[in-house]
Nanobody, 115 residues
Framework: QVQLVESGGGLVQPGGSLRLSCAAS????????MNWFRQAPGKQRELVAA???????NYAEFVKGRFTISRDNAKNTVYLQMNSLKPEDTAVYYC?????????WGQGTQVTVSS
């Protein structure tokens, strides 16, 4: 079955950096578009960044210039490098992929930006 396992979250000060990882199994990873979403308390889940199977990327306006999504097909892993973090980036970050119109999600990893 499809499994997505995120890691790399934690507590960081404003202006700091974190790199999230999402290890995928049960899919043909090289052919899959991968996404990062986030959900803050009391808010809807929102798309942060996306990367196609060919490596094309797309970002939400609120992270452009600060976050970078990338993938390593040899490791079946997608990454989210987060720089210049702000308190408003505090959320649970989820890895996502869609296969045959079905959504698959990881368990999420908590990112807290606070001094």
């Amino acid at each position: 079955q499809v499994q997505l396992v995120e890691s790399g979250g934690g507590l960081v000060q404003p202006g700091g950096s974190l790199r999230l990882s999402c290890a995928a199994s049960g899919i043909i990873f090289s052919g899959a578009a991968m996404n990062w979403f986030r959900q803050a308390p009391g808010k809807q889940r929102e798309l942060v960044a996306a990367i196609t199977s060919g490596g094309r990327t797309n970002y939400a306006e609120f992270v452009k210039g600060r976050f970078t999504i990338s993938r390593d097909n040899a490791k079946n892993t997608v990454y989210l490098q987060m720089n210049s973090l702000k308190p408003e980036d505090t959320a649970v970050y989820y890895c996502n992929t869609q296969i045959w119109f079905a959504d698959y999600w990881g368990q999420g990893t908590q990112v807290t930006v606070s001094s």
